[in-house]
């Protein structure tokens, strides 16, 4: 859409060439906008229609690029976006897939033992391995439903983000994700054209995290009562380089490119800490299993050993 737009192409053309190129859901969606389009409604309007596919801060930043005028820089800053999401993405899932692996591995081998050994026999020891392993993902989709039904926002939703900044090894880059993503929203709509008010209250609410929009969100107050948004911080909490450079930013006159710089830095910071996160979560799991793995065999030696001994 950003090539197609800065191409000069119109955007129910450029509509109907991106859906051309799609395919199932993805295809009959982009149809849908571009029928929405060409009847009349904003793009924006179109896509608010379609939560499944477009997140609130889609629509946001694409409203406010209608607005201002500035809609192929504003896809173009999408696109980036979530070319870094889906970076940071695969690189968790590449460091936890073999773990999972090992531990699918390690339920069938850790009853082993009790089989070969009279406790169980064939039929016990599938049925306790496939209960095992029905708990595990009975587990983790239990999570991912309850993730997916927790509104977005309100008193629910607060201390679930407040529980998700608590987890070891991924605090730090979560809360960082959720910085970039207040200053990276705040550059796009402030360098599309959206008066700085306006910006400040969106970005207030794009940060994926009610716990972190609390934090910033005096910044908002602060740019309607005229004052500078560097005030607004939440200075117990966050940290000292985000207020000191966006006052810099401020007194300057290029708070534009200091929110850019901020969105770099957190989001180099949060890409980091997910690598040492996929770094270290598989090494811990495989040191865990080791050590179960020990005490079954030293289980199984003390029960032949007991045997022995009865012998």
């Known amino acids: 859409?950003?090539?197609?737009?800065?191409?000069?192409?119109?955007?129910?053309?450029?509509?109907?060439?991106?859906?051309?190129?799609?395919?199932?859901?993805?295809?009959?969606?982009?149809?849908?906008?571009?029928?929405?389009?060409?009847?009349?409604?904003?793009?924006?309007?179109?896509?608010?229609?379609?939560?499944?596919?477009?997140?609130?801060?889609?629509?946001?930043?694409?409203?406010?690029?209608?607005?201002?005028?500035?809609?192929?820089?504003?896809?173009?800053?999408?696109?980036?976006?979530?070319?870094?999401?889906?970076?940071?993405?695969?690189?968790?899932?590449?460091g936890l897939a073999f773990p999972v692996f090992i531990l699918h591995l390690a339920v069938f081998i850790a009853n082993l033992t009790p089989m070969f050994l009279g406790a169980v026999t064939p039929a016990q020891y599938i049925?306790?391995?496939?209960?095992?392993?029905?708990?595990?993902?009975?587990?983790?989709?239990?999570?991912?439903?309850?993730?997916?039904?927790?509104?977005?926002?309100?008193?629910?939703?607060?201390?679930?983000?407040?529980?998700?900044?608590?987890?070891p090894l991924l605090r730090k880059p979560l809360f960082h994700m959720a910085l970039a993503r207040f200053c990276r929203s705040f550059y796009m709509l402030y360098s599309a054209g959206i008066p700085i008010t306006r910006a400040a209250e969106l970005a207030v609410n794009l940060t994926g995290n009610l716990v972190v929009t609390k934090l910033v969100a005096g910044t908002a107050k602060s740019a309607r009562a005229g004052d500078d948004m560097f005030l607004g911080f939440n200075k117990d909490y966050l940290p000292v380089e985000l207020y000191s450079l966006w006052q810099t930013g401020e007194e300057s006159g290029t708070l534009d490119k200091m929110s850019l710089h901020l969105a770099?830095?957190?989001?180099?910071?949060?890409?980091?800490?997910?690598?040492?996160?996929?770094?270290?979560?598989?090494?811990?799991?495989?040191?865990?299993?080791?050590?179960?793995?020990?005490?079954?065999?030293?289980?199984?030696?003390?029960?032949?050993?007991?045997?022995?001994?009865?012998?």
């Open 127 to 167: 049925r306790i391995c496939f209960t095992t392993l029905g708990l595990l993902w009975g587990i983790f989709f239990a999570i991912s439903l309850l993730k997916a039904l927790i509104p977005k926002r309100g008193l629910i939703r607060l201390p679930f983000d407040a529980l998700v900044l608590f987890i």
């Open 1 to 94: 859409m950003a090539t197609l737009l800065e191409a000069g192409l119109p955007i129910v053309r450029s509509l109907k060439i991106v859906s051309a190129g799609q395919t199932g859901r993805l295809r009959k969606t982009f149809n849908f906008l571009e029928g929405r389009v060409s009847a009349g409604s904003q793009l924006n309007e179109a896509m608010a229609e379609k939560r499944r596919i477009f997140s609130p801060f889609d629509v946001t930043m694409v409203a406010a690029a209608e607005e201002s005028g500035n809609l192929p820089d504003t896809f173009k800053m999408l696109a980036d976006w979530y070319e870094m999401r889906v970076k940071l993405r695969r690189k968790l899932i590449g």
């Open 264 to 311: 770099k830095m957190y989001d180099d910071l949060a890409e980091h800490g997910f690598s040492v996160f996929a770094f270290w979560v598989p090494r811990l799991f495989y040191l865990c299993v080791l050590l179960y793995m020990v005490l079954l065999i030293l289980k199984g030696y003390g029960i032949i050993f007991s045997r022995t001994l009865n012998f």
